[in-house]
Every structure is written in C-alpha cells, then in structure tokens.
C-alpha cells in the first residue's frame, strides 16, 4: 500500500466500509440487502438504477452499493468501481443456463484495477431451491481457483429467502476488509 | 488464498449459525439505523400524493445542482492553472452528492426519471474526466494506489467492454465445468401438448426451453420458473413463488403469476399477468400486458399459497430498460379488452 492511501485510510470516516453488489439480474442482489436489513422482501421489482444502503455491521458502517444487473445497466457498473473495499459477486445457482454469461461479467469485472484491490465476497445464493448448484460446483464453474493469488476471495452458499448464510458472508467481508484498512490502530 | 467452497462447515455447525444469525438480525432490525432514505428510516415508501411532490422537488433540486456543476465545469477553462486541480475536486465531489440524491430517492421516482437522471450524473462525469485529461497534462508520477498485479494486457480503451458485450459468441449451455442433472422441466419439442401437474412435488425451478408450437400447462406451484427461446407456444402455468425469466420468445401467449417477471427479447407476444412488482421488458418489441386469465381446481388456494391471491394492478405497470423518456415505451402495450383471450381452464390437464 503506498503511503499515500494509507494515510488517506487513516483520514477516512470513522470505520466506514464501501460495499459494491453486482451480479446478474435476477441473482438476488436486492433481496439479500434488504434481508441483512430486516426489511420486508415481498415486493421487490428490478432495479432501474440502484441502492445504497447504510447500516451498522458490528462496529462498522457499511455502505452498500446495489447496482442493477439488467443487461441494459450492468455498463454503469464502473461508474460505481472507485474506492470500493469490499466486492459482493451474487449468483443465482438454479439458473444454470446463464452461468456462462455470469463468469464472463465476473471475468470482467476482475480485470478492472479501480477493484484490484477490494476483497471478493461471492455468494451462491438461491440454496433453497431443489437443483441449485453447491458452492463447490459453482466455485468449480467459475474457475474460482485460477483467480490472482493476491486476491483475498471466498464463496459463500446463500439464501435470502431464510437467510442461511448471509452473516457468514458479511462476517468474513466485514473481516477480511478491517483487518486490511484498519490494521494500523 | 483464504477462498475455499465451504458449505460443510454451515451444515456441519448448523444450528449454532442459524442461533448466530437470528440474534444477529434481530440485533440489526432493532437498531434499524439503516437506510439512507430521506424520510424516517426502514419506512415504507410514501402514500402517492407525498411521492408526486418529492419527485417534482427532487427534479427542481436535480436540476439546480446539475446547472451549477455544469457552469463551474465551463468556467474551469478560464481558471488560474494552478487551482484547476482543487476545483475538479470539488466538482467531482458535488457530482458524488448529485448521485447519491439520485439513489436515495430512486424508491420514490417514477423509473424514466431514475434512468434518466442516471445517464446525466454519468454524462457530468464523462465531461469532468474530458476536461480534465485536456486541461492538466498527465503526470509522470502518481501516488494511485498500485494493484499488486499487473495485467500483462493494454488497458481496454473507455467503454470498449461496455460495447462489445453484445458481439460476445453465444453462451454454450454444454461448457459447463460441473455435470448437472436435468432439472425439471421441458425441452427440445415441437407441436404437443406438455401438461405437468407438480403440486406435492416440492419443486424447484422449472424450465421450459426450445420449444416450437407448443402448449404447456403446469398446475401446481414453482419457486422459480426459466423460459428460453419460445416459438408459437401457449404456456399456462400456475404460480411462481419466485420469479420467471423467459429469454426469446416470439408469437408465444403467456398466462404467468408470480412476485417478479423478467421478459428480455420477446416479439409479438402477449402476457397475462398477475405480478406483485413491477414486470420488466428489455430487448423487446410488439409485447402486450393484460391480468391474469387462468383457472384449474384449487387455483385459488395455490395463489394464496404463494401470496398472490389479491390482482395487484401491476400487469399493466411494466418498465422497459430500453426506453428512457416519460412517454410510453414504443415496445409495449395494454391488450385492448375486446382483444383478450377468455379466461383458460387446465383443469383437465391433458384435455
Ligand atoms: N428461492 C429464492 N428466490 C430468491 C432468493 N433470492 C432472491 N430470490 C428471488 O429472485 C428474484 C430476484 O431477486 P432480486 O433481489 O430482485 O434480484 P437482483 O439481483 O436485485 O436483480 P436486479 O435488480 O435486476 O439486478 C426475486 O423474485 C426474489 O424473490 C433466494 O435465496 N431463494
Ligand atoms: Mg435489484
């Protein structure tokens, strides 16, 4: 880290967080931020644009970017690249047909160096679903293990539905991203 | 590296997370800090009357500020050199500001309004960026924070990735790295008639693909429903506790509920819906919209089932990603009654 950012780290916001949330339409973005939440989840249309959403994780605030997947949106996704700490990938593992589509944004996104060096959530979600890939097979499909060694990564399986594994997931973000940003106090 | 696919570790603890996890949620709606909307946080959105007129207030206040950064952008071609630096800071600043008025009140906006203002925060930012690789020279040193890796490829130009999306060969369902068993569903038929009746099933998805002059009919309930590439096909299906996807569809008839319905690339296709958010159309042209028309024995309880017992009105409040304005969409209508099919009993499944 030049010193620069770091002293910049240090000036930041009281232990704020930037949280980026991309994933294909459809994934499941907005349901899993609003269920983190405590929000109602029973109506929810597409997102035209997106969310964000501040709420308190442990002794961090997290602010959550939910950008909309449809295809028409996903190019204002680098509009959102700048400054993010913590990257959430969002899978919908019953839609099978799309997986393809789904790794080439993933690949993507993980060229970009505006994200290099954000940690990379990614959540398999939909587990509830008969037919649902595992994590593994999803990990297995988007080659998960080739990714940079310098990235720190981990999948997560998920359902916003009952809320299975999502405090995993943020757990180990909300980790992974302190003990980078602020390991300094 | 620390990722690993781990889901035996939640199974294997599973009761322990599951306590975790509730006590977490409940220490998290407690609080209820959340939220960065304007009004108190964690509402529901306001009655229509206050949404009117925080829309109009947003648009005169999108609009000031959106005035105010573009004559500061025009006056920086006349600025001291030397202060140009700081004052594109504070202009990118106050473009941040811009967006984040656009996400907090993108709830209450009507769609067009969200797009649009979308496009001209990113059409501010553009313009900063131009101004600003023309009017400072680059400099030889920056302090950017260095990603740790080097990609041994030139840099894509702006917005290359953004355009060539499109030109991308077709996704081969075959290429998949893990083998999956067929899901439920029907595939590769042409001219028959495809009756299913899955209550008691427990199904999960459902997925109908390929298919030509064909009519489905699912009776029961499904947590999500995946169409791709219909032709001159009827599909009657009861409802979808999740969402339904259908991808390429053309001359097809659809009778869908469910709480989300995505259409992308359908032509010449009309849907009757009954939908507790808003249907979205993308890629479309020449789709017609009119509420739900299907009937079986014991419907009713299968729409209560899945909480979509009560029409919601939103078949008709259809977004399409492709069209920016306020005025209609040119790719959509409402079915004009005289027009509509009666309404279509599977009662008897393979009749
Ligand atoms: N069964 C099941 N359905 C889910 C789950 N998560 C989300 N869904 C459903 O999937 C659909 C899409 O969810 P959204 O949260 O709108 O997806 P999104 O990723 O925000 O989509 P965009 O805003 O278009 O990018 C909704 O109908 C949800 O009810 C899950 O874990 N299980
Ligand atoms: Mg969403």
């Known amino acids: 880290m030049g010193l620069l950012s770091i002293i910049r780290k240090i000036k930041r916001k009281e232990k704020e967080m930037r949280i980026l949330m991309v994933g294909l339409d459809n994934s499941g973005k907005t349901t899993i931020v609003l269920k983190i939440n405590g929000e109602d989840t029973s ?58 589509d789904c790794k080439m944004e993933l690949d993507n996104l993980l060229k970009e160096e505006r994200l290099s ?64 940003i602020y390991m300094l106090e | 590296m620390e990722g690993e696919a781990d889901r035996s570790d939640a199974s294997a603890d599973a009761s322990a997370l599951r306590k975790k996890h509730l006590a977490m949620l409940e220490r998290l709606s407690n609080r209820h800090q959340s939220s960065s909307r304007p009004d108190k946080p964690g509402s529901s959105p306001p009655p229509a009357a206050a949404s009117f007129e925080s829309t109009s207030s947003f648009l005169s206040l999108f609009g000031e500020s959106k005035r105010s950064i573009e004559s500061r952008l025009g006056q920086c071609r006349l600025a001291d050199p030397s202060l140009l630096k700081l004052q594109f800071d504070e202009i990118s600043t106050s473009i941040a500001d811009l967006e984040k008025l656009v996400a907090e009140s993108s709830y209450y906006l009507p769609s067009y309004e969200v797009r649009s203002s979308l496009k001209a925060v990113s059409d501010l930012r553009q313009a900063l960026d131009n101004l600003s690789s023309e009017l400072i020279p680059k400099k030889k040193f920056s302090f950017k924070n260095k990603p740790a890796r080097k990609e041994p490829t030139a840099p894509q130009p ?17 290429s998949l790295a893990v083998a999956v068993p067929d899901s439920p569903g029907f595939r590769n038929r042409a001219n028959e008639v495809l009756a299913k009746d899955v209550r008691g099933l427990e199904i999960g998805e459902f997925t109908l693909s390929d298919l030509e002059s064909c009519e489905v009919r699912l009776i029961g309930c499904a947590r999500a429903l995946f169409v791709h590439r219909l032709r001159n096909c009827r599909v009657y299906a009861g409802p979808v506790t999740g969402s339904v996807l259908i991808e390429e569809a053309e001359n097809c008839v659809f009778l869908l509920a469910s709480h989300q319905i995505r259409i992308h690339n359908a032509k010449a296709s009309d849907f009757y819906l009954r939908v507790r958010s808003r249907p979205i159309v993308e890629d479309c042209s020449g789709v017609r919209f ?50 509509r099919i009666e309404t279509v009993d599977i009662s008897n499944l393979s009749a």
């Not at chain 1, 994590?135 to 998920?158: F, Q, S, Y």
């Open chain 1, 117 to 180: 060096g954000a940690s990379l959530l990614i959540f398999a979600n939909k587990q509830d679903i008969k037919g649902a890939l595992t994590p593994a097979e999803i990990a297995k499909v988007l080659n998960l293990e080739a990714m940079d060694k310098t990235r720190h990564w981990k999948i997560v399986g998920c359902s916003a539905y009952t809320g299975e594994g999502l405090l995993e997931g943020f757990d180990w973000l909300v980790q992974d991203i302190a003990s980078r």
């Open chain 1, 43 to 100: 109506v929810i249309s597409p997102t035209l644009g997106f969310n964000i959403k501040t709420i308190t994780y442990q002794k961090y605030t997290l602010n959550i970017w939910d950008v909309g997947g449809q295809k028409t949106i996903r190019s204002y996704w680098r509009n959102y690249f700048e400054q993010t700490d913590g990257l959430i990938w969002v899978v919908d593992s019953s839609d099978l047909r799309r997986l393809d």
């Open chain 2, 290 to 339: 009119a509420p739900y028309r299907l009937h079986y024995r014991g419907i009713e309880r299968d729409l209560e089932d899945a909480r979509l017992g009560e029409e919601t009105g939103n078949w008709s409040k259809v977004d399409d990603f492709k069209w920016l304005r306020a005025a209609q969409s040119p790719n959509w209508s409402v079915l004009p009654e005289n027009e």
């Open chain 2, 158 to 174: 702006k917005g290359a990735e953004a355009e060539n999306r499109d030109s991308r060969p077709a996704a081969k369902a075959g």
